[in-house]
């Protein structure tokens, strides 16, 4: 399968890491970025998003199904995140917050709502439209941020540790929802995770990355935690 979203010679030199990697990914597959704290796992994300620009390196590209995004605003890229603190907006209630990115993108308040009460059944979330995020769950909040990201369809979504604030045992279910999600969304996902169980369940590909470079990559079967 020909590689659907690439990114090189990402660069960003900061007094704690310098960072340089390249890789690829296969369209709908999910690449797991594990390593070190510091090493710069964040900073990639952040790179990829557009919300950190890093060193003008003249070989900088980032292309995704086969268009160039290297130079596009974070919005004009087709490119979700989610991250650990789910950064929901604690005054709006969870329909308007998963409709958020539809009425941003000129989608009409009442057919957004529409769309995001029908969006939230895939995420075991029916009848939480009126709720407010300070009464949700950790669990659920996560699952309203994986829901607002995914309803403007990116094609590829972007986790920075999303489920390191949950327990072992609801982390394991919401990883195996974001896996169904892939499967009926078709996303590419990449993820950091320091969860190397997580990363060997639900990854068809993982990345190391040491003090700002990839050193190694290959299927989750061949990762040993002993290379961290
Ligand atoms: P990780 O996610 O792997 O823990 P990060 O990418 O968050 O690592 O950070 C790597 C290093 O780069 C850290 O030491 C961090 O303080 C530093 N760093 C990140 N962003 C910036 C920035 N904009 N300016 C200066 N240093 C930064
Ligand atoms: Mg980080």
Redesign the pocket.
């Not at 900061?14 to 890491?17: A, G, I, R």
């Not at 090493?39 to 952040?46: D, E, N």
């Given at each position: 399968m020909e590689e659907y979203f690439i990114a090189k010679d990402l660069q960003?030199d900061?007094?704690?890491?310098q960072?340089d990697v390249s890789f690829t990914a296969k369209k709908g597959s999910m690449t797991s970025i594990v390593?070190?704290?510091?090493?710069?796992?964040?900073?990639?994300?952040?790179m990829i998003a557009g919300l950190?620009d890093g060193k003008k390196s003249p070989g900088k590209k980032i292309i995704l199904d086969e268009k160039d995004i290297t130079n596009l605003p974070p919005a004009k890229r087709e490119i979700g995140m989610v991250f650990q603190n789910h950064a929901l907006f604690d005054h709006l209630r969870v329909e308007d917050n998963v409709s958020y990115g539809l009425v941003s993108r000129g989608t009409k308040k009442k057919e957004a709502r529409k769309l995001a009460s029908d969006f939230l059944k895939d995420f075991n979330l029916e009848g939480f439209e009126k709720r407010m995020p300070q009464t949700l769950s950790g669990g659920e909040a996560q699952r309203v941020s994986l829901a607002r990201t995914l309803i403007t369809k990116p094609k590829l979504v972007l986790f920075?540790?999303p489920l390191s604030a949950l327990d072992a045992p609801l982390r394991k279910k919401l990883s195996e929802l974001i896996r169904q999600l892939q499967k009926t969304f078709g996303f590419t996902g990449i993820m950091?995770t320091h969860d190397i169980e997580e990363a060997k369940r639900i990854s068809d590909r993982i990345i190391l990355?040491k003090h700002?470079k990839l050193t190694w990559q290959g299927e989750p079967k061949d990762f040993s935690e002993k290379m961290i």
């Open positions: 960003a900061f007094d704690t890491v960072v390593g070190p704290s510091g090493s710069g796992k964040s900073t990639i994300l952040r950190e920075d540790e950091v990355i700002g």
